[in-house]
């Protein structure tokens, strides 16, 4: 008996490709800044040696051409006036549906967001050309650890045998916040320590930093907070050099402890950057002397003793 011949494969059928509205539109926004029409446009783009129909022109637009060689890229820019790497991103982002929380994950789209916020800036600093100097400094970012306030607050919960937190008291001012004051409160519960530096006039009662430990009260069985939390009240000289945000974990274990600086930003809140080890080395030898000036040796090393997640 035969065996019946194997059927051969067949490819499989592809879908029609779909129209990339996103980067048609990024290059009609780009054309209607220099020419009113597409059929003006095509005398525009022949002044850049592209020679092209008005055809040409609208299914580029409507993002049925989807696959535009660079060559054709460099000319749109020069004749329209849109950075090259803009419409690079534009094609991938919208070929590949980086912004589609469908097909890609949260971290990809944040990443890709990143990309397109290093493009080139159209504005500058104090009304100079800087463009190539804040590029620079963005790209040199991207290479530092750094956390929003929400992922500091993530850092502080799943620190690994977390004992104490020092941490500048200006962090929790701000009632935008909410989740690096509840990461206080859950700390607190399972007995880390906190020592808060604090200007002065922010104890005042109804001052932010006063309703923030009443609300720790609230939310902490009232001995817990007074036995595991520390107020430093800074004067104006002294609030000279602490001139930074900060917060450690852990700062007099060397092993274990880690710290980030914080910088401010009107529009877009507070950011972290993690000090190197050497710097929070230099940051707590610094910082300890004062502490112990400020409250006295012999009650510092108590503090520092206590283990109240025994108790």
Do not use: C
Not at 63 to 92: C, F, H, N, Q, S
């Amino acid at each position: 008996m035969k065996r019946p011949r194997p059927q051969p494969l067949r490819p499989k059928r592809y879908k029609r490709r779909q129209k990339l509205h996103q980067f048609g539109e990024a290059v009609k926004s780009a054309r209607e800044s220099v020419s009113p029409s597409q059929q003006k446009a095509v005398e525009v783009l022949a002044r850049h040696d592209l020679k092209v129909s008005q055809s040409w022109v609208a299914q580029l637009e409507t993002g049925r051409i989807t696959d535009p060689d660079p060559e054709i890229l460099r000319k749109i820019e020069a004749a329209y006036g849109i950075d090259y790497d803009r419409l690079v991103y534009a094609l991938i982002r919208d070929k590949y549906r980086l912004n589609d929380p469908s097909f890609v994950s949260a971290a990809t789209r944040n990443r890709w967001s990143a990309v397109e916020r290093l493009m080139p800036l159209g504005g500058s600093i104090g009304e100079r050309p800087l463009h190539q100097y804040e590029q620079r400094a963005k790209e040199t970012l991207l290479f530092q650890e750094v956390l929003d306030l929400e992922g500091l607050a993530a850092w502080q919960r799943s620190f690994p045998d977390l004992q104490e937190v020092w941490a500048s008291g200006a962090l929790f001012l701000d009632d935008r916040f909410p989740l690096l004051h509840t990461s206080v409160r859950e700390n607190l519960k399972r007995g880390v320590r906190f020592l808060f530096f604090v200007d002065k006039s922010d104890l005042d009662e109804g001052k932010p930093f006063w309703l923030f430990l009443n609300r720790l009260h609230g939310d902490v069985r009232s001995s817990k907070v007074q036995q595991q939390t520390r107020t430093l009240p800074l004067e104006e000289a002294e609030l000279r050099w602490v001139t930074s945000d900060f917060i450690l974990a852990n700062p007099t274990r060397p092993s274990t402890r880690e710290g980030f600086l914080t910088i401010r930003s009107s529009q877009s809140g507070r950011f972290a950057f993690r000090m190197a080890d050497q710097q929070v080395e230099s940051v707590v030898a610094g910082l300890v002397p004062f502490v112990v000036k400020k409250i006295g040796r012999k009650e510092f090393l108590a503090w520092q003793r206590s283990d109240s997640r025994q108790t």
